[in-house]
């Protein structure tokens, strides 16, 4: 089982920034994808930004230019830098781990808690 946390959420006024923070379970012998989700009231969920095991980045169209994932040398942490907020990034952002590796226990998708991201204007 590995646990996923993420931290970092809050308020802030629109033009504002925040950093949010997704800490995972630490196997040395998995290899790590990780990403970055997000819902907002009354829609589904959609991703954000996210990092493959080879170290790939990619964002949403959403967030490119405004948003900078980028990864610790443990590799099963990750940050959100998010800048220029506006209030459609208002949502709660979830932090997804799958795992992978030679090793068969390096499999599943696990899902964090999520943390509440509220942009004001």
């Known amino acids: 089982q590995v646990e996923v946390v993420e931290s970092g959420g809050g308020s802030v006024q629109a033009g504002g920034s925040l950093i949010l923070s997704c800490v995972a379970s630490?196997?040395?012998?998995?290899?790590?994808?990780m990403s970055w989700y997000r819902q907002a009231p009354g829609k589904e969920r959609e991703f954000v930004s996210g990092?493959?095991?080879?170290?790939?980045?990619n964002y949403a169209d959403a967030v490119k230019g405004r948003f900078t994932l980028s990864q610790d040398n443990s590799k099963n942490t990750i940050f959100l830098q998010m800048k220029s907020l506006t209030a459609e990034d208002t949502a709660v952002y979830f932090c997804?781990?799958?795992?992978?590796?030679?090793?068969?226990?390096?499999?599943?998708?696990?899902w964090g808690q999520g943390t509440q991201v509220t942009v004001s204007t």
């Open positions: 997804k781990t799958v795992l992978g590796g030679a090793v068969s226990a390096c499999r599943g998708t696990y």
């Open positions: 630490s196997y040395s012998y998995c290899r790590y994808a």
């Open positions: 990092i493959d095991t080879i170290g790939k980045i």
